[in-house]
């Protein structure tokens, strides 16, 4: 008989470990014993902790859960200490409790739960990740390579058990405008501000008439600006950041593409890897979805969904408003919720007959050209 993984004590005792983004050590330590203690063959990549057995076998879909055990600092406004968890009835308060403690218990308490009875049906992994809060090169990316194709992936992050079936990416730009120094009371040089001005207009400017089924417009916001050396010098040299909101239709290199047309600045992207996604409509993911009666959308924020090359769905208990938030906390109730649903998905996906996407089909966006 499988034995029962007790979440919601694994849930308490996993939060008062603190493990902010790469300082996950310890409370990968404590989850490797446990999951060991549970019978569980555990390959440790970094901090992150990978179980199942990546060996890719015929005839069998590859499914694989994902949580990350990793939270941000704590916010301002706790009244409690945030890394003392504490339970009042129902209620679990603590740091990474709602993001993504649920998810990584729940998941837990699945994967140990289904991984003997569906066998012989789907090849079955979890992995716990870390540095998922900072998108850190030491998390998700350093694992995934070494486990083949995978035919799905549920990410678990707080949607209210409902399944985020799309997801925007980000990409940040550096720009950068040059003049010509010169004295103010002279009318010398040529202003950096005012050419930079102009770049910023077009960005504020710019239209997209290719909707999305799940997601909002994409998105292009100057955040930050910043010139000159004295108040009555003429800047040569204007930068400022923006802040690219991507989405299925319009992927950060079409962005990138379309922002570069209508400046006269220097742009430069710190990373496109964090991409949007979006689950083609004839993926079997989608008919699991609505076999167990859930109601798929399109989610604004961001997760590691946005680094996995596979079709992915983005489910968990809890509610991503709470997220970061001083008094963060996830329900008893809704980590029965979690771990219930999980196991009906699992057990759809195994019944599943349909032919949907060819096994361990890579997960692009829809639209990556301009």
Known sequence: MTREVPYIDLLMEMLSIPATSRKEKERSDFLERRLQGFGSVVTRIHNNLLVGDPGISKGRRRVMMNSHMDTVSPAEGWESD???????????????????GASVVTMIAAYHKMKPLLEKQ????????AEEEISGANGISSV????????????????????????????VLDGEVRGKAGHAARN???????LALKDVEAIAG?????ASQWLPLPGAQVTMISAGTGHNVVPDICRFVVDVRSNDRYGNEAML???RAVCKADLTPRSTRLKPSCLPVDHFLME????????????STLSDMALI???????????SARSHAAGEYIMTGELEQGVNLYCRLLESISEFKGSGRSPGEVHQPLNEKS
Not at 288 to 298: A, H, Q, R, T, Y
Not at 309 to 319: A, L, N, R, T
């Open 82 to 100: 945030p890394f003392k968890p504490s339970r009042q009835g129902g209620k679990i308060t603590g740091l990474g409790s709602n993001d993504a």
């Open 122 to 129: 789907i090849d079955l992994m979890l992995l716990i990740s």
């Open 144 to 171: 995934l390579d070494r486990v083949g194709p995978l035919d799905a992936v549920i990410v678990g992050e707080p949607t209210g058990m409902q399944p985020a079936v799309a997801e925007r990416g980000l990409m």
């Open 188 to 194: 010398e040089g040529i202003n950096a501000i005012f």
């Open 206 to 210: 710019l239209e997209f008439r290719e």
């Open 257 to 259: 593409e379309l922002i």
């Open 288 to 299: 699991v979805i609505k076999s167990c009666g859930l109601v798929p959308f399109g989610s």
């Open 309 to 319: 090359p596979f079709s992915s769905v983005k489910i968990g208990p809890g509610d």
